[in-house]
């Protein structure tokens, strides 16, 4: 799990829903909201390289979770993430109201050479922000990550 010093049951497997990602934990970290236990840890992204995100973030079979904030530069070192596809809207399944939204990147070295990486971006939409100062701090701090 990384530099990320959890104190949790033998066993204990971390595959949420991208619901779950989006309700139970990016909402609470954007509200600034305890989240119990709190596994994924903060992490500035842009700096690294996908392969040099091992024990920098928690976790699971192949995918790496964590927070990062929304910046317009995806360089790093070696490389970018470049958008694919479309956006696709998270919806709750007890309301069926848009909770969030989910982007898809692949990685590229240099300048077109794609790679296996594939991220996974989550935000907050506006509609679920119920104030003005909630807002605020949602564009602020936006996303968990995972990477195949």
Not at 53 to 72: H, P, V
Not at 130 to 135: F, G, L, N, P
Request: net charge neutral; proline share 6%.
């Amino acid at each position: 799990m990384g530099d990320n010093n959890v104190n949790l049951p033998p066993g204990f497997r971390f595959y949420p829903t991208d619901e779950e990602l989006v309700v139970h934990f990016l909402h609470r970290k954007a509200a600034i909201l305890p989240c119990h236990p709190d596994v994924i840890p903060d992490l500035d992204l842009h700096p690294y390289d996908p392969w040099d995100l091992e024990g920098k973030a928690m976790a699971e079979g192949n995918k790496w979770y964590f927070y990062s904030r929304r910046t317009q530069s995806r360089i790093t070192g070696s490389g970018y993430w470049q958008a694919i596809g479309i956006d696709e809207p998270i919806y709750s399944a007890s309301s069926n109201q848009k909770v969030g939204m989910k982007k898809y990147y692949a990685f590229y070295i240099g300048e077109d050479a794609k790679t296996n990486w594939i991220m996974q971006e989550y935000s907050i939409t506006d509609s679920s922000s119920t104030s003005r100062s909630s807002r605020r701090r949602n564009s602020k701090i936006v996303s968990a990550y995972l990477y195949n």
